[in-house]
């Protein structure tokens, strides 16, 4: 039965949209990020704690650079302040990747699910 | 023996239909309290999370939402009739409140598709130069993600507008650097449904570059029972 506003309560739901592929496909990558079922084996475990670990760090990575930027942009950091923050932020950045490649996680694998307050990066 | 909790309701005094439950097992009405919850027998200790199950559970608190609107329960709550019953009568006054908000109303559901612009992203061969060069790359990519997320927050602000008086309540999750840019849930009285839809429809010929998903109505999944959920888990109410 149809809503309208003589039958109020009545409520079948209706999905609409034009580009019902488009939301098929982004809506299954949402659901192919979500495990559909635990391991609890040593392997999984480690690399689980790895991607904790690791997007903890990226977070605060993330925060130091735009700290730096920010205070780059201020200009109350000489040019040899700006180069050595720079270059200490390119190796940090370098062996974060490393790091990732060794416990096999992608760029996108380092981050949390907050529920209603969005992702952590 | 214990209970499968699918949702909880006032006004509810009979069920005037046969929906099957979880795993197709008969669906009951328990009162607490002067409080309805729907509810099925069962002696298993966890419920495979299966479509079969899912949909079994969506569709039992879809049954009553023609009659009133229900507070479901989040897949899966197992418990005894005695932790039920406890539940209901601690949190009476919490649960209460909820349904007040919940009153008369449904949940529609809006998802929006953009072509995000292209993030800027530190090459490697800027990960290998001077670490002055570094610093300006980053610079053009944090600049470059501010303007992503001030274009999204518009496009969610814009949204918010051409529904507003429309809604009662709202939950939002904003992606900037994804393509499933915003993931809207709004509380919409049910009179107003037939208003809110056709809102939407002006509002997508206004902006042919965004690709809409709008559904609904459901049960408010959205805005059943959060800080109830937590408080439950964490025993602190």
Same mark, same amino acid.
């Given at each position: 039965?149809?809503? &309208?506003?003589?039958?109020?309560? &009545?409520?079948?739901?209706?999905?609409?949209?034009?580009?019902?592929?488009?939301?098929?496909?982004?809506?299954?990558?949402?659901?192919?990020?979500?495990?559909?079922?635990?391991?609890?084996?040593?392997?999984?475990?480690?690399?689980?704690?790895?991607?904790?670990?690791?997007?903890?760090?990226?977070?605060?990575?993330?925060?130091?650079?735009?700290?730096?930027?920010?205070?780059?942009?201020?200009?109350?950091?000489?040019?040899?302040?700006?180069?050595?923050?720079?270059?200490?932020?390119?190796?940090?950045?370098?062996?974060?990747?490393?790091?990732?490649?060794?416990?096999?996680?992608?760029?996108?694998?380092?981050?949390?699910?907050?529920?209603?307050?969005?992702?952590?990066? | 023996?214990?209970?499968?909790?699918?949702?909880?309701?006032?006004?509810?005094?009979?069920?005037?239909?046969?929906?099957?439950?979880?795993?197709?097992?008969?669906?009951?009405?328990?009162?607490?309290?002067?409080?309805?919850?729907?509810?099925?027998?069962?002696?298993?200790?966890?419920?495979?999370?299966?479509?079969?199950?899912?949909?079994?559970?969506?569709?039992?608190?879809?049954?009553?939402?023609?009659?009133?609107?229900?507070?479901?329960?989040?897949?899966?709550?197992?418990? +005894?009739?005695?932790?039920?019953?406890?539940?209901?009568?601690?949190?009476?006054?919490?649960?209460?409140?909820?349904?007040?908000?919940?009153?008369?109303?449904?949940?529609?559901?809006?998802?929006?598709?953009?072509?995000?612009?292209?993030?800027?992203?530190? +090459?490697?061969?800027?990960?290998?130069?001077?670490?002055?060069?570094?610093?300006?790359?980053?610079?053009?990519?944090?600049?470059?993600?501010?303007?992503?997320?001030?274009?999204? +927050?518009?496009?969610?602000?814009?949204?918010?507008?051409?529904?507003?008086?429309?809604?009662?309540?709202?939950?939002?999750?904003?992606?900037?650097?994804?393509?499933?840019?915003?993931?809207?849930?709004?509380?919409?009285?049910?009179?107003?449904?037939?208003?809110?839809?056709?809102?939407?429809?002006?509002?997508?010929?206004?902006?042919?570059?965004?690709?809409?998903?709008?559904?609904?109505?459901?049960?408010?999944?959205?805005?059943?029972?959060?800080?109830?959920?937590?408080?439950?888990?964490?025993?602190?109410?």
């Amino acid at each position: 039965m149809a809503l &309208s506003p003589e039958n109020p309560l &009545s409520a079948e739901p209706e999905i609409e949209t034009s580009h019902a592929e488009e939301f098929v496909e982004q809506l299954r990558c949402v659901a192919d990020t979500l495990p559909s079922r635990i391991n609890i084996d040593a392997q999984s475990v480690e690399q689980g704690l790895a991607k904790l670990v690791l997007t903890l760090i990226e977070f605060i990575r993330r925060l130091l650079e735009k700290q730096a930027v920010r205070r780059m942009e201020g200009g109350d950091l000489s040019p040899e302040q700006i180069e050595e923050l720079g270059l200490a932020l390119m190796r940090l950045e370098a062996k974060l990747q490393e790091l990732k490649s060794q416990f096999g996680l992608e760029d996108e694998d380092l981050n949390l699910d907050l529920g209603p307050i969005g992702r952590l990066i | 023996m214990k209970l499968y909790a699918y949702c909880l309701a006032e006004d509810l005094d009979t069920l005037d239909h046969s929906q099957p439950g979880i795993a197709g097992a008969p669906v009951r009405l328990l009162k607490i309290d002067n409080l309805a919850v729907l509810i099925s027998d069962t002696t298993i200790d966890a419920v495979p999370v299966t479509k079969e199950n899912a949909l079994a559970h969506a569709a039992v608190v879809r049954s009553i939402l023609d009659q009133t609107t229900p507070l479901p329960f989040r897949f899966g709550t197992l418990v +005894t009739e005695r932790q039920l019953g406890s539940y209901v009568s601690a949190r009476k006054p919490a649960l209460k409140k909820k349904l007040a908000h919940v009153r008369g109303c449904v949940e529609m559901s809006v998802k929006i598709i953009w072509d995000a612009p292209d993030g800027i992203r530190t +090459t490697n061969a800027e990960l290998s130069g001077t670490g002055t060069d570094f610093l300006t790359a980053k610079r053009r990519e944090i600049l470059g993600d501010e303007q992503r997320a001030k274009q999204a +927050t518009e496009i969610s602000d814009w949204l918010r507008e051409r529904v507003s008086g429309l809604t009662r309540d709202e939950q939002a999750i904003l992606r900037p650097s994804e393509r499933l840019l915003l993931s809207a849930a709004h509380l919409v009285e049910r009179a107003n449904i037939e208003r809110y839809r056709t809102q939407l429809v002006e509002a997508r010929q206004n902006r042919p570059e965004l690709h809409f998903l709008i559904s609904g109505p459901w049960p408010p999944y959205s805005f059943a029972n959060i800080e109830l959920e937590f408080s439950s888990q964490f025993g602190v109410s």
